[in-house]
Nanobody
């Protein structure tokens, strides 16, 4: 069974940084594209960043130049380094992977950007 656990969220002032982590188990991690999504209050969940097995990355336009996704295939973890955070980045951040025709999600980690 695939299991994803996010960590690293918290309260940060505008302009600050956070590093989110997602620990994955139950799959051959190195073979899969890993994704970060977020959901702000009363908004739809949106894709934030992806990292393919090859290491190629994609980002939503609103975070380009501020967020960096990376992966550690030894420890089966994916990270999201978030710099220059803005109040509009406030959301619950989720780790996601598609495996055997199913989508798996973690429970999320809350990020609040506020002064």
């Amino acid at each position: 069974q695939v299991h994803l656990v996010e960590s690293g969220g918290g309260l940060v002032q505008p302009g600050g940084s956070l590093r989110l982590a997602c620990a994955a188990s139950g799959l051959n991690f190195r073979l899969y594209t890993m994704r970060w999504y977020r959901q702000a209050p009363e908004k739809e969940r949106e894709h934030v960043a992806s990292i393919m097995a090859s290491g190629s990355t994609t980002y939503v336009d609103s975070v380009k130049g501020r967020f960096t996704i990376s992966r550690d295939n030894v420890w089966n973890r994916v990270y999201l380094q978030m710099n220059n955070l803005k109040p509009e980045d406030t959301a619950v951040y989720y780790c996601q992977v598609s495996h055997a025709t199913r989508d798996f999600w973690g429970k999320g980690t809350q990020v609040i950007v506020s002064s």
